[in-house]
């Protein structure tokens, strides 16, 4: 069995929406280089695979067909605009149904045992598309699709996503919101300073599915160690969940100096990110672990970030972690908490 499992393609590079912006095809270069160079320097087993492109009824799962008609109808015709910042060329509907077919193939690997964690390196990124619409440069909801998969074909019963991305994941959140099979966890940048304006700790689901939203939202500014509190807090809800997988939602534009990111994090914040999320599924259900990439737009910062966080999910563990030990969170950091802790005091425990 591999250690981690990558899945990967040149194909994602021909979707581009414009030159300047920075949803760019060079993202990947930089993600999958730091995959080749532990290739190299870890002893442990890793593999880069190639996606497979999704099934019409797998897009069906969680997008209503008239949406996918439309992406295809103005792909096909050339490109065109969906909002100002979520444009296509002619082959973004191609690219969109691999990017989706990719996360599924990561979450069949870990499934199948033939890998212990995944990771999906793929454009465009998906946890902003809904069940109508396209938006924040998604188009089909990646994980959203693998998630389905694994309940409706494979017969699970809970799965967790967790949702690392600089910004609220709204698509994923409102496809499962009246679920409580899929947990979604989101951690990001508070939606009054940020894309895409919602995704309050008091939106937790509806019907069945109450409890089981957790947006765990931070102020400009917060910092790589406050962050990781979070991370562990929302590892609480996720411990109590007893998920059979967990899947992740990975953006690296919580970093600080990210272009479109308010956050202020270091790498070393995704290297503990990576561990934490390593133990959490090593304790839950036998290490399995998926992951898909969402954001991440300071390109020179791409690979280190990416080599930290792989590192982490193969369990090293970073130094980061014991300054968590010593380091209190910040007063802004544990307001923003107990309000996640009012919004959700009558599903879980804390
Ligand atoms: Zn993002």
Redesign the pocket.
């Known amino acids: 069995m591999n250690d981690l499992t990558l899945v990967y393609s040149d194909e994602f590079k021909k979707h581009v929406m414009d030159r300047a912006h920075p949803e760019s095809p060079e993202r990947l270069e930089h993600t999958i280089n730091a995959a080749r160079e532990l290739l190299v320097e870890c002893k442990e087993t890793i593999e880069i695979i190639k996606p497979e492109t999704i099934e019409k009824e797998d897009l069906l799962s969680v997008h209503v067909p008239d949406h996918i008609a439309k992406i295809e109808a103005i792909s096909k015709a050339g490109g065109g605009i969906i909002t100002l910042d979520t444009t296509l060329n002619e082959h973004t509907y191609d690219i969109a149904k691999l990017a989706a077919g990719a996360t599924k193939l990561a979450v069949k690997v870990v499934d199948e045992n033939y890998s212990k964690t995944s990771f999906a390196v793929v454009r465009p990124p998906g946890h902003h598309a809904e069940t109508n619409s396209a938006g924040g440069f998604c188009f089909f909801n990646n994980i959203a699709v693998a998630a389905e998969w694994l309940i409706s074909r494979k017969g699970y019963r809970r799965v967790v996503i967790l949702d690392i991305?600089?910004?609220f994941g709204n698509g994923t959140s409102h496809i499962f919101y009246h679920r409580k099979d899929i947990l979604y966890v989101s951690i990001h940048a508070h939606p009054m300073y940020s894309y895409p304006g919602s995704g309050y700790p008091t939106e937790i689901g509806i019907v069945e599915g109450m409890g089981y939203n957790v947006n765990i939202p931070l102020l400009p500014g917060t910092e790589s160690i406050d962050w990781l509190h979070s991370l562990i807090f929302a590892s609480n809800i996720i411990e109590q969940f007893q998920p059979e997988i967990i899947l992740v939602s990975v953006?690296f534009?919580a970093l600080s100096g990210d272009p479109?990111g308010i956050l202020n994090l270091n790498n070393n914040a995704f290297f503990g990110a990576g561990y934490i999320i390593n133990q959490l599924a090593n304790r839950l259900c036998k290490g399995k672990i998926s992951c898909t990439l969402?954001?991440g737009y300071k390109i020179e910062l791409l690979e280190e970030v990416s080599k930290k966080f792989f590192k982490g999910l193969l369990g090293y563990k970073p130094k980061i972690m014991e300054k968590l030990q010593e380091i209190r969170i910040s007063n802004h950091t544990n307001s923003m908490l107990s309000q996640v802790k009012r919004a959700l005091t009558d599903y879980w425990e804390f």
Request: proline share 0%.
């Open positions: 991305d600089h910004h953006g534009d479109v969402e954001g």
